[in-house]
């Protein structure tokens, strides 16, 4: 199974052996854990490479029910779904966006960008779909009490936790890529900040059994993020098209304040009053004041870690400013940045005690003072 047509030969397993053949390569991987399927001596480890571990019959009102917990054999099944995201993301490149770049005539700098946005738009996509699917069926729409109510969230439905192990494998096969793509050096410190963040995110919802609420949040984050890498690959094709950033920049605000207003609801309000405060790591249980205003700092301050602000006022994408805007990453809007410190203060006062909150002195204490001095 061919991914790219290659007009020259290289030494077996160099440096571009490997580079130009890692598609091939993670094919014949997947092939073999495949073909241990077919064989009883092999079939259980290879299961164990294909489907979610740790299974377990939970009893509910219409009889028992599998649900799932994490351990230490999900980096098994992570990483044979990274090999397939490799497969994919080579099926993407070759199929799809190589013959959209031919007709476009691109410079390297804007195909690694192209290249780049068309990749995350395939991604965020099929992201958003299937998020949007898992929330609706597992009915965290309709009921947003679910999100911290009977926390810890340890047993996980299948849906949910495949989602997460996917989510974990698209974001880890990321880092290789930036070694087989070639990616620029001055690209490689912003891409790996943008894979770093989503890691931290993704497997600090999956770890702290914060499942539910990730799910939403993921599900905000992702479609402006569709939104904004749709209108970058507009701009490509079409240098005076800036009606999908202007979309792009209100949707990000309008999503910003929402993921502020959910996380200070969740962890602010919903688990400060979860009956369970302990910090239990064999139960999954991290409902604590430091875990708290640790992961609130984290989901307001975590702006879209593409790179890029809004457009401002003025923005001509010929211009060469629009070029930087698309380019360099300019600092963060003040608002913004401070959204984490929002964030931490409001969960850290939602979770005090009503007699540390201070009191106003009434006016007969203040008169007496005034009388004193």
Known sequence: ????????????????????NHADIGFCLVLCVLIGLMFEVTAKTAFLFILPQYNVSVPTADGETVHYHYGPKDLVTVLFYIFITIILHAVVQEYILDKISKRLHLSKVKHSKFNESGQLVVFHLSSVIWCFYVVVTEG??????SLWEDYPHVYLPFQVK????CQLAYWLHALPELYFQKVRKEEIPRQLQYICLYLVHVAGAYLLNLSRLGLVLLLLQYSTEFLFHTARLCYFADENNEKLFNAWAAAFGVTRLFILTLAVLAIGFGLA??????????????????????TGA?????????AECPPRPGWQPGSSRGSRVLGRSPPAPRSLS??????????????????RLPRKRSGESRERNLHTD
């Open 298 to 306: 984290s989901t307001g301050a975590s702006r879209a870690p593409s």
């Open 162 to 165: 495949f989602f997460y192990l």
């Open 1 to 20: 199974m061919a991914f790219r047509r290659r007009t020259k030969s290289y030494p077996l397993f160099s440096q571009e052996f490997v580079i130009h």
């Open 140 to 145: 965290y729409l309709t009921n947003p009490r």
């Open 338 to 355: 401070s959204l984490g410190a929002v964030c931490t203060r409001l969960c850290f006062l939602s979770r005090r005690p009503l007699s």
């Open 273 to 294: 009053r979860v009956e369970n405060q302990a910090f239990d790591p064999e139960k999954g249980n991290f409902n604590t004041l430091l875990c708290s205003c640790g």
